[in-house]
């Protein structure tokens, strides 16, 4: 089994205003997949947690069978998934049932964990990339 570290990241300017996702997957501190898209007009909350559903996809499509930790900036996302905080808002409730979704499907240990934002450059700058048109 291989472990993965990912980081996730979802930007909206605006809030809902133009809307991107990114995530960035390493594997023995190589990098084998870097994406980013936008998203057209969201809040920063379901950029973020679109960005995690996308690592989850890729991930699950790869290597079921993984072990990884994903990184997050967004505490209220992680918390949500880790069951610490309950999804209120209605417009989160279908993302945050995908993302959960993915990790019970998963049949390695996925550990989805919180950083401050500067642990997470990678997955921020291609996310204002996607939104600058750079993408």
Not at 49 to 75: G, K
């Amino acid at each position: 089994m291989a472990d993965y570290m990912i980081h996730t990241d979802g930007a909206s300017r605006g809030n809902p205003g133009d809307a991107a996702y990114s995530f960035v997957v390493r594997k023995d501190g190589l990098i084998i997949k870097e994406e980013s898209a936008t998203l057209g007009t969201l809040t920063n909350n379901q950029a973020e947690y679109r960005a995690m559903v996308e690592a989850l996809r890729f991930l699950f499509n790869i290597d079921p069978n993984a072990n990884a930790t994903i990184h997050s900036d967004s505490e209220l996302m992680v918390k949500q998934i880790r069951g610490e905080y309950k999804v209120k808002s209605e417009d989160i409730k279908p993302l945050h049932r995908e993302a959960t979704g993915l990790l019970q499907r998963m049949k390695g240990s996925v550990k989805v964990v919180h950083v401050r934002r500067e642990q997470n450059k990678d997955a921020d700058r291609l996310c204002n990339e996607a939104l600058d048109g750079l993408r």
